[in-house]
């Protein structure tokens, strides 16, 4: 039996990650900077721990996670947020012995621009869309002229802030509301597909690629299904070779008709992948870098955040008019929060929901940002501590 330490406990991801471990004989611990009841009250958990924030309390933040880790002997630490990069950034002032699944600094940032991703995803085998990097609209629009493009911040998430223009960029587009440099990028037509990897100095050690079928308002997926692509895993396969990658590495893509795929960008951190992976499967064994070939979801059943499949799938279906098609895909959906025998993070999650409105109300912001703002990083340089 081995410990595990799962940071960014508020997310669905650090749920479905505690479970797993600890149905496989690890002892689990959770550990974050805002409440995350919605995984520390799971029958799987152990322990949990809070942490100060990561972003506004850096040293504090490293000297507290050396203390859990010493505390509860802890033998791997699996981030699921963005303090994946506070992790890599700081990783020399972490015990030697623990096993942490980050990459090299420079190049966790390389892969977070979602500039810079786009020169470093060449020549792996997939279409890299047309893209310029522009600090002011007047520049996105002189290079994108009247075609249809995509507009984002260089370093975003959740596709926050994110300007989906299929008609060309209109006359009376708001200037950028977010300084810093953007992405004006071709707009791919196809199927939107993510993908979900481990890989450990190049070695692909889990992949699943899956539908994001619903969405919250183009952002965060909440019902997905696995959409296997040998062009896709070919892809990751070639580029965790070339970047000599370790850690958990996810892709964006749109597929065309034609069966071409263009990869958008990257987050090398956990996302919504991670739900499709049963109990036995060895994703636990891929990130503690033991497993001795590729993980694959062992079933292709669908999985989604029921809650919200319900009231926000509910109303675009009635907004579509696809009420059937919705009520279908509802019923062959297996939640991801509340499963049998472990259904208090349901109300754990809804909990953290009134503490992320109460944040959102003191700092004036949106329940997202609330939710994500402690643990963010957008490029902004990292002090030696």
Not at 100 to 111: N, S
Not at 122 to 139: K, N, R
Not at 362 to 376: I, M, V, Y
Not at 377 to 384: I, P
Request: glycine content about 8%; some cysteine; hydrophobic content about 40%.
């Amino acid at each position: 039996m081995s410990n595990v330490l799962i940071l960014g406990g508020r997310a669905p991801a650090a749920l479905d990650h505690a479970r797993r471990f600890a149905h496989q004989g690890w002892t689990v611990t959770i550990a974050d900077s805002i409440p995350c009841r919605i995984s520390g009250w799971s029958r799987s958990v152990t322990s949990t721990v809070r942490l100060p924030s990561a972003r506004f309390a850096t040293q504090a933040y490293i000297a507290a996670l050396c203390q859990a880790i010493r505390t509860h002997r802890i033998d791997l630490v699996v981030p699921t947020c963005e303090e994946v990069f506070y992790l890599s950034r700081y990783r020399p002032l972490l015990p030697e012995s623990v096993r942490i699944p980050v990459g090299v600094f420079d190049t966790m940032d390389t892969l977070h621009s979602k500039w810079r991703f786009l020169e470093a995803a060449q020549g792996c085998g997939a279409v890299v869309p047309d893209s310029a990097c522009v600090e002011t609209l007047e520049q996105a629009r002189i290079w994108a002229g009247t075609d249809a493009v995509v507009l984002k911040p260089e370093y975003s998430r959740f596709g926050v802030h994110v300007r989906l223009h299929p008609h060309g960029i209109p006359k009376d587009a708001p200037p950028f509301d977010i300084p810093g440099r953007w992405v004006v990028q071709r707009f791919c037509y196809g199927r939107e597909l993510c993908s979900y990897s481990v890989v450990d100095r190049g070695r692909l050690l889990a992949h699943v690629t899956y539908r994001p079928s619903y969405r919250l308002k183009g952002s965060s997926s909440f019902f997905f299904e696995a959409c296997p692509s040998s062009a896709i895993q070919d892809f990751v396969e070639a580029f965790a070779r070339k970047m000599d990658y370790s850690g958990q590495l996810s892709f964006d893509w749109v597929e065309a008709d034609s069966g071409e795929v263009q990869v958008l960008e990257c987050n090398p951190r956990a996302v919504s992948g991670v739900h499709l992976f049963g109990l036995d499967d060895g994703l636990p064994a891929a990130l503690a870098g033991t497993a001795t070939h590729c993980v694959v979801p062992g079933t292709q059943a669908a999985r989604m955040i029921s809650a919200v499949m319900l009231a926000a799938g509910g109303a675009q279906a009635l907004r579509h008019l696809a009420v059937r098609p919705w009520w279908q895909d509802f019923r062959r959906g297996r939640d991801v929060i509340a499963v049998p025998d472990d259904r208090l993070p349901f109300l754990g999650g809804l909990m953290d929901l009134g503490s992320y409105a109460r944040l959102a109300i003191r700092d004036r912001c949106s329940l997202r940002q609330a939710a994500t703002h402690d643990t963010e990083w957008d490029g902004e340089a990292l002090a030696a501590l």
